[in-house]
């Protein structure tokens, strides 16, 4: 290890057995409507990819107003757009390319969370602090956290750099209030842990990305915050030695794992060079892969006694090459920054092409090295050149590996060179094109790559019985849409 990034260990919270229910529901006031300097970044994706055509925007505040506005959209063939902090990686909140389909479109920039955070707020990060005073804490943490909305984050089914430690928010959302598109109001913000009666209605706006209904309010589980955090990250030189570390790892450190994220160096080098102020490379020398862990437990000495071995079998067996320890607050954000502000230090260096994989994890690099290499051979790949890097990171605790292109400029020529490519190999090993982030816009018509005819058709039949015109988000998330 290396003792010069080795300070102090950072004390948070407690227990992880016992959860806070919490309710979020909205508030009341009028429908302020934007005026049109809003217009451009409503219109506009955080990749600066996908640009819609919203002559309106509608800021609702109660659950009553969504409604009035939805049901007034239903009856006069209005397309509703819902959207939360626009964080979103498939172009699903923005609006269709043209509006020559529908009469007008309609979005939403609401507020949630009232019942948590008495100033409104809503975003992920806002959440957390408020449920950390009482010592719980939200399930899930993005590096969007401070934009991304509750309803934007249940809409999408996002999962994130805890999912390995909580799960998906499948299990830890207990109940929704959600307006469907023909304005009636779905009101199940369940507190109950338990509760068999007919078929779990909520389940099916999970990740259903504004393609059914409009989420108003959401009921979710909060964990109790852990008194203890530590973050290690380590410099590996070879996949497979990244592939071997996670079961030791997880055998070893057992319930207090709460991630356990992997970048190569590629990414390495983005996050250096363009990421934001104050990240920097711990280690002296350049390693081929880094691994990210973080522990959270109940009782510091403990944890610490239990890394602190680990740590040292990790140095002297030689399952890593190097490794460093966060010993204070300071300490653990520069290190989660290195793996946070990949796709921020990406956005820097040019336009880019997002690949959101579920694989069997021996696969990853392989896919990851096979794109580099189909590029290379086309002489398509350095400075200058249509791409300038391809960098493999991601939930490696979770079998999702991330892919980000980056090109000069978003083209259909450069998108030709990476699909259909990069889907059918990811099908050929039985994967999913999409682990995380959702199909929006940009993978609507890519289902069938990961899942069977028959369900799609079911998908579809189920479009329909919730949104007969086909009014909310239209031509994304489903074929024909
Ligand atoms: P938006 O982008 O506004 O919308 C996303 C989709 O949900 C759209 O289809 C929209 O129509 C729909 N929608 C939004 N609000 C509602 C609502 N209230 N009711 C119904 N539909 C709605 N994602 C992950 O899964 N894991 C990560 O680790 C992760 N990290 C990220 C890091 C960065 C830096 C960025 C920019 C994004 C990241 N994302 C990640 C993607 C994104 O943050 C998530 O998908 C997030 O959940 C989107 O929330 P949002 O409020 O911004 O939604
Ligand atoms: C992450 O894990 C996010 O950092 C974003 O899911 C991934 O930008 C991406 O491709
Ligand atoms: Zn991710």
Redesign the pocket.
Known sequence: LNADHVTSIASLLSTPSSSLLTTISTSDSSIPTADASDLESFNT??MNKYKGQSPLIVKPKSTKEVADVVKYCYEHGIAV??????????G??VPPKSTKEVADVVK?C?E?GIAVVPQGGNTGLMLDNHVGEKGYMMPLD???KG???????????????RFLRYGSLHGNVLGLE?VLPDGRILDGLSTLRKDNTGFDLKQL?IG????I????GVSIVTPRRPAAFNVSVFGLNSFEAVQKLFPKVKASLGEILSAFEFFDAHAMSLVKGHATAGVKDPFEAAHPFYVLIETGGSNKDHDDEKLSALLEELIEDEWVDDGVLAENTTQISQLWALR?SI??AAGKAGRVYKY?LSMPVEKMNELVEEMRSRFESKGILGADKMFSSVVGYG?IGDGNLHINIVAKEYSDEAEREIEPFIYEWTSNVNGSISA???L?RMKAEKIGYSKSDESVRIMQDLKKLFDPKGIF?PH??LPGA
Do not use: R
């Open positions: 994706d955080w757009v819902p959207q939360g902090g626009n964080t979103g990686l498939v699903g909140g939403y609401y949630l993005l590096g969007a934009s991304c909305h509750i309803g934007g984050n249940v809409a999408t089914n996002a999962g994130g750099l959600v706006f259903s990305e504004g393609s209904g409009l989420i108003t946070e796709p921020e959101d939930h995380e982030h959702g929006g988000n994304k998330y």
